[in-house]
């Protein structure tokens, strides 16, 4: 089982990144799934979690109406489209799967989450 992050890189404020997580070893339409980023210093925290069904999706306030987590399940993969980026953003972001919530249910608790990637950096300057 494996979750490949994808997509970090270097971007000034107020630029946009898409990351991708791609799945092998299982499908993720069995799964909800999350975002996670982690900043030096910093608890893990959520930054979008969406349902296995796709319908329900989660987003704290220091990223609602920047970021947009989506699904495609034909390619096994899960994106994080992020927008109007700040230099608060930089962190190492993780991809997340779990089995443990309801079809339209999300998570927010990392705990919760079953299946983890390796992370992808992003670094916002100002």
């Known amino acids: 089982v494996q979750l490949q992050a994808s997509g970090g890189g270097l971007v000034q404020a107020g630029g946009s990144l898409r990351l991708s997580c791609a799945a092998s070893g299982l499908s993720l339409d069995s799964y909800a799934m999350g975002w996670f980023r982690q900043a030096p210093g910093k608890e893990r925290e959520i930054v979008a979690a969406?349902?296995?069904?796709?319908?329900?999706?989660y987003y704290p306030d220091s990223v609602k109406g920047r970021f947009t987590i989506s699904r495609d399940n034909a390619k096994n993969t899960v994106y994080l489209q992020m927008s109007n980026l700040k230099p608060e953003d930089t962190a190492v972001y993780y991809c997340a799967a779990t089995w443990r919530v309801n079809l339209d249910s999300t998570s927010d608790s990392a705990s919760r989450y079953d299946y983890w990637g390796q992370g992808t950096l992003v670094t916002v300057s100002s």
């Open positions: 969406v349902s296995r069904s796709g319908y329900s999706t």
